[in-house]
């Protein structure tokens, strides 16, 4: 999978900042960069349709699985529909999530 670079957010989802300073200490830059794919997954999972400004029918919704009597195939699909908007090839993360799983588990 090609490395996404983009604006890394914390754990709470606002932008990471780490200011760097001149020796007059004036910041410089400050934002930080870095491989984004797994927390532009994140947030398409955890989006529903019409939070994201942008583009309203980008969001998976997963809340609504949790409670219905969903097929996993169902799940999965609209998993990857949503994933394909964003730009994110979703057979190569499954694969890369499963790999990690798997290292772990040995």
Not at 72 to 92: K, L, M, Q, W
Request: aromatic letters at 8%; charged letters at 30%; one cysteine or more.
């Amino acid at each position: 999978m090609e490395a996404q670079k983009g604006i890394l957010l914390t754990e709470d989802c606002d932008i990471a900042v780490q200011p760097v300073r001149d020796a007059k200490g004036l910041i410089v830059s400050g934002l930080l960069l870095g491989e984004s794919v797994d927390q532009q997954a994140f947030i398409v999972l955890r989006l529903r349709q019409g939070e994201w400004k942008e583009d309203p029918l980008l969001g998976c919704g997963l809340t609504k699985f949790l409670r219905g009597k969903y097929k996993p195939s169902t799940v999965e699909n609209r998993i990857r529909i949503h994933f394909t908007r964003a730009g994110i090839d979703y057979t190569e993360y499954r694969n890369r999530i499963r790999f990690y799983i798997d290292k772990i588990q040995k």
